[in-house]
């Protein structure tokens, strides 16, 4: 999925959009308000969302091209390490960004205070995209030993499925 479905729970947990006492805490709430609506998903949706919904994918695109554009014929090196890190100080910025833009766009004035941030949405999308970003053929970590693409596939299922599950419990009512 995306950032804009990660910030979508978020925003369908705001009191001033919908049912103002609607949160979604199941793994089938969250994977209908990922599709931006209140009812739950079907079963299969709700599996598929659970381990999609948090993979920043706009970022990780984003970091793919930079890594692209940075590397000779795709090989690691550890000039990769500065767009590493730019991006992941950037994913909660781009997260925070994406639902402010969708909360103004609702009519309400653009969250600036923290405890109206989705600070679920902006560490899981940041943990998320270093699990990606450990993945790619291209990640700065294969300099390390004892980095193996079979290793980077396992950690980013992993990721994706905990924190899917991890979801339900840091769901949280926002205010406007």
């Known amino acids: 999925m995306s950032i804009a479905a ?13 049912d103002p006492n609607y949160v979604p805490k199941t793994l089938s709430q969250i994977a209908g308000a990922a599709g931006g609506k209140q009812a739950p998903d079907s079963e299969v ?9 948090y993979v ?13 554009a940075l590397q000779p014929k795709g090989a690691a090196t550890t000039q990769s390490w500065i767009p590493f890190w730019s991006f992941l100080v950037g994913t909660p910025l781009v997260v925070w960004l994406v639902y402010a833009a969708k909360v103004k ?6 969250p600036l205070a923290p405890r109206k941030w989705p600070l679920w949405e ?19 970590f294969a300099v390390w030993a004892y980095y193996s693409p079979a290793l980077a596939g396992v ?3 992993v990721t994706s499925t905990i924190l899917g599950l991890l979801a339900p419990l840091f769901s949280r009512s926002l205010r406007p």
């Open 6 to 18: 990660m910030t979508e729970v978020a925003f369908q947990s705001r009191q001033d959009v919908g």
């Open 45 to 53: 949706n709700t599996a598929l969302r659970t381990l999609t919904t």
């Open 56 to 68: 920043p994918t706009e970022v990780l695109t984003l970091y793919v091209a930079v890594l692209a």
């Open 105 to 110: 766009t609702a009519g309400s004035p653009v």
């Open 122 to 140: 902006m560490v899981a999308g940041t943990i998320a995209y270093a699990a990606w970003a450990f993945a790619l053929p291209t990640t700065p």
């Open 155 to 157: 950690i980013v299922l």
